[in-house]
C-alpha cells in the first residue's frame, strides 16, 4: 500500500478545524490521501486537499510521521497547512466540507485522524509512532459498533484494489 499524506487546517482563531465527509464511508476526515509517484509527500498534501475541498494551501509544518503495524493502514505524513485562496469545493470523494470546533467534533470523525489532530495540538515537533490505533481487534470491536460502515468500507477497499 503506497504511503499517504493529510492535511490538518485550522480557523485563522486556531479554534476549529477543517473536515471533510467522505462519499464512500459516511464518516468526517483530515483531508489527505495517497502520494503518487511522482510526487513528495508535501505535495501530495497540497494536491489532495485541492482535489478534496477546492482550497489551495501552504504547508506550514510537518506534525507527524506514522508507520503500520499491519495491513490496514499505510505510512502517513501529517501536516499543518494554511488556506491561500480558493473556496468549498466537494470533490470525487467529498460529501460536505466544513471547519468544526476543537470542543465539537463530530461523532463520526475517524478515530485515528482525532489522535493525528490531537498530537498537532500538543506537541511542537514531528512526532513519529506507530499507527497502534488500526488493529484488527479493533476493526472487529467497529464492527459490531457499525456494521454497515465497516462493510463499507471493505467494500471500497476491494473495489480500489480491483480498479489498479
Known amino acids: 500500500m503506497k504511503s499517504a499524506a493529510i492535511s490538518i ?5 486556531r479554534d476549529e478545524v477543517l473536515l471533510i ?3 464512500d464511508i459516511p464518516v468526517y476526515v483530515l483531508p489527505g490521501g495517497g502520494i503518487e509517484s511522482f510526487e513528495t ?3 501530495a498534501a497540497i494536491r489532495e486537499t485541492l482535489e478534496e475541498t477546492g482550497l489551495n494551501v501552504k504547508i506550514i509544518r510537518k506534525t507527524g ?5 499491519n495491513r490496514l493502514s499505510s505510512k502517513t505524513h501529517v501536516y499543518e497547512c494554511q488556506v491561500i485562496d480558493g473556496a468549498f469545493q466537494n470533490g470525487d470523494e467529498t460529501k460536505n466540507i466544513a471547519f468544526f470546533p476543537l470542543d465539537q467534533l463530530p ?3 475517524f478515530i485515528v485522524h482525532q489522535y493525528w489532530l ?12 506507530p499507527i497502534s490505533e488500526v488493529t484488527y481487534f479493533n ?3 467497529y464492527f459490531f459498533k457499525h456494521p454497515l460502515l465497516v462493510f463499507g468500507a ?5 473495489r480500489l484494489k480491483f480498479e489498479k
Open 65 to 69: 510521521e506514522y508507520t503500520p503495524i
Open 41 to 43: 509527500d508535501e505535495e
Open 154 to 158: 471493505l467494500l471500497a477497499r476491494i
Open 139 to 141: 476493526l472487529i470491536k
Open 9 to 13: 487546517i485550522f480557523s485563522e482563531r
Open 118 to 129: 490531537q498530537d498537532a495540538l500538543k506537541y511542537n515537533h514531528v512526532v513519529k509512532r
Open 107 to 109: 461523532l463520526s470523525f
Open 21 to 23: 465527509k467522505r462519499r
